[in-house]
């Protein structure tokens, strides 16, 4: 779309590479060139393959489904740039899958998103671009510049084309931590909000349902959450939904991280179909017909445009443009 911005280095990350392609595609540029090798003792290797000194330069890698090697790649990625001469370094990470880790809420134990934010820090990044933090506080863990993107503009206008979308629509939040983001859907929506009363025991992902607060009887229903590893939390809901009286129920993620255990109960479940972005690469997904994928590289690519001239972001945070949710239908999966 920005044909004229030739200059702009977007790399992308062994994860990142599609994500990195839509980017490239919305601006008119071409992806970076360079390789990343995998040994088979575990070793990572990246090279950058084109001269990048005195360029702004951004790397696109998700911290998602393999967290540990997409972590240590982008410290990687992040230093050898600084070692090219690369004029300024950008980290795009879609998905900042430590972001959970935010707090010490026990005793003896690290707050992983602050190691994380040090590292990509320490390694080299002048600034990060992410999208929908389990917690946005920890965009105060880096001090540089930190971009939090949302998806919920682009998730909600892929909804209100819906025919489940209608007057008796009610925007569904599991729990109590993710009802005033839930109330962000719903107004953007002009609905009502429903709460699920949750409660968490253990880390072994597993949560239960207790009751609902508000009025779901005949009426269709959309459950928002920012991210879901099991799925277990959405099919809970969706049962006490369906016990309630529900109609239809939908769900709404900004980031999709199932595996085929999950995918299995969202595709058993009262669930008609689940939206979620495209933040993470996520081969296990591709089989369900109730997955759709709605991509918001647009908006990273728009951002990056906007960081490119030295003009605001801030603008994309509670608006998108009209070129942006059209160019994101147009990569819809």
Same mark, same amino acid.
């Given at each position: 779309?920005?044909?004229?911005?030739?200059?702009?280095?977007?790399? +992308?990350?062994?994860?990142?590479?599609?994500? !990195?392609?839509?980017?490239?595609?919305?601006?008119?540029?071409?992806?970076?060139?360079?390789?990343?090798?995998?040994?088979?003792?575990?070793?990572?290797?990246?090279?950058? %393959?084109?001269?990048?000194?005195?360029?702004?330069?951004?790397?696109?890698?998700?911290?998602?489904? &393999?967290? $540990?090697?997409?972590?240590?790649?982008?410290?990687?990625?992040?230093?050898?740039?600084?070692?090219?001469?690369?004029?300024?370094?950008?980290?795009?990470?879609?998905?900042?899958?430590?972001?959970?880790?935010? =707090? =010490?809420?026990?005793?003896?134990? #690290?707050?992983?998103?602050?190691? @994380?934010?040090?590292?990509?820090?320490?390694?080299?990044?002048?600034?990060?671009?992410?999208?929908?933090?389990?917690?946005?506080?920890?965009?105060?863990?880096?001090?540089?510049?930190?971009?939090?993107?949302?998806?919920?503009?682009?998730? @909600?206008?892929?909804?209100?084309?819906?025919?489940?979308?209608?007057?008796?629509?009610?925007?569904?939040?599991?729990?109590?931590?993710? +009802? =005033?983001?839930?109330?962000?859907?719903?107004?953007?929506?002009?609905?009502?909000?429903?709460?699920? &009363?949750?409660?968490?025991?253990?880390?072994?992902?597993?949560? %239960?349902?207790?009751?609902?607060?508000?009025?779901?009887?005949?009426?269709? @229903?959309?459950?928002? &959450?920012?991210? *879901?590893?099991?799925?277990?939390?959405?099919? &809970?809901?969706? $049962?006490?939904? =369906?016990?309630?009286?529900?109609?239809?129920?939908?769900? @709404?993620?900004?980031?999709?991280?199932?595996?085929?255990?999950?995918?299995?109960?969202?595709?058993?479940?009262?669930?008609?179909?689940?939206?979620?972005?495209?933040?993470?690469? $996520?081969?296990?997904?591709? !089989? #369900?017909?109730?997955?759709? *994928?709605? #991509?918001?590289?647009?908006?990273?690519?728009?951002?990056?445009?906007?960081?490119?001239?030295?003009?605001?972001?801030?603008?994309?945070?509670?608006?998108?443009?009209?070129?942006?949710?059209?160019?994101?239908?147009?990569?819809?999966?």
């Amino acid at each position: 779309m920005h044909s004229e911005q030739g200059d702009i280095k977007i790399f +992308a990350g062994s994860t990142g590479v599609a994500f !990195a392609k839509k980017m490239c595609k919305y601006l008119g540029a071409e992806i970076g060139k360079s390789e990343v090798i995998h040994f088979s003792d575990g070793n990572i290797f990246i090279r950058i %393959q084109e001269t990048v000194r005195d360029k702004d330069v951004y790397l696109v890698q998700p911290i998602g489904l &393999d967290p $540990n090697n997409e972590l240590v790649e982008i410290l990687f990625w992040m230093d050898a740039f600084k070692r090219a001469s690369a004029s300024t370094i950008t980290a795009i990470i879609p998905y900042f899958g430590y972001a959970k880790g935010d =707090k =010490k809420d026990e005793p003896r134990v #690290s707050i992983r998103a602050r190691v @994380c934010a040090d590292c990509i820090e320490v390694t080299g990044a002048d600034r990060v671009v992410t999208m929908d933090l389990h917690s946005p506080q920890v965009q105060g863990f880096f001090k540089i510049p930190t971009d939090h993107l949302y998806s919920l503009p682009i998730l @909600c206008e892929y909804v209100k084309g819906l025919d489940i979308y209608d007057d008796s629509f009610v925007v569904v939040s599991p729990d109590a931590g993710f +009802a =005033k983001t839930a109330r962000k859907y719903a107004d953007y929506l002009g609905t009502n909000v429903a709460i699920g &009363d949750k409660t968490r025991t253990g880390h072994d992902e597993n949560a %239960q349902i207790l009751e609902l607060i508000g009025d779901v009887e005949g009426k269709n @229903c959309m459950i928002v &959450d920012d991210f *879901t590893i099991s799925g277990g939390t959405l099919v &809970d809901i969706a $049962n006490v939904l =369906k016990r309630k009286g529900a109609k239809r129920i939908i769900a @709404c993620l900004a980031h999709n991280m199932l595996r085929e255990k999950g995918v299995k109960k969202i595709d058993e479940s009262p669930i008609e179909m689940l939206i979620s972005t495209d933040t993470v690469e $996520n081969p296990f997904i591709l !089989a #369900s017909k109730k997955m759709i *994928t709605v #991509s918001v590289a647009p908006l990273f690519a728009e951002g990056v445009f906007r960081i490119h001239e030295r003009v605001s972001v801030s603008p994309l945070f509670k608006h998108v443009p009209p070129k942006v949710v059209d160019s994101a239908r147009e990569n819809e999966d």
